[in-house]
């Protein structure tokens, strides 16, 4: 069993940066990769970046140069880094786990608005 808590959400405005968290605990061992996610009020949940054990990344096209994930594995901690947001950002955003039986986190809220 592997749990997920996120961090670092909040308020921006346009052009702003944020940088998120996600503390992993439990059975940490088992994670193939991690990622995050994010979903918009009526939209459906997407990935927004993914990286794998060995540190392979990779991105939606909408976030492609703005945002960087990365792993702290001594931690067990996972990041997004968000430059440049955009109203279009504007999300909760879940950290994921790949595992046989894949775990979530609660979601954090991020807002960019003027």
């Known amino acids: 069993q592997v749990q997920l808590v996120e961090s670092g959400g909040g308020s921006v405005q346009p052009g702003g940066s944020l940088r998120l968290s996600c503390a992993a605990s439990?059975?940490?061992?088992?994670?193939?990769?991690m990622a995050w996610y994010r979903q918009a009020p009526g939209k459906q949940r997407e990935l927004v970046a993914l990286?794998?054990?060995?540190?392979?990344?990779n991105y939606a096209d909408s976030v492609k140069g703005r945002f960087t994930i990365s792993r702290d594995n001594a931690k067990n901690t996972l990041f997004l880094q968000m430059n440049s947001l955009k109203p279009e950002d504007t999300a909760v955003y879940y950290c994921?786990?790949?595992?046989?039986?894949?775990?979530w986190g609660q979601g954090t809220q991020v807002t960019v608005s003027s």
């Open positions: 439990g059975r940490t061992d088992n994670i193939l990769a």
């Open positions: 990286i794998t054990n060995s540190g392979m990344t």
């Open positions: 994921y786990a790949q595992l046989p039986k894949p775990a």
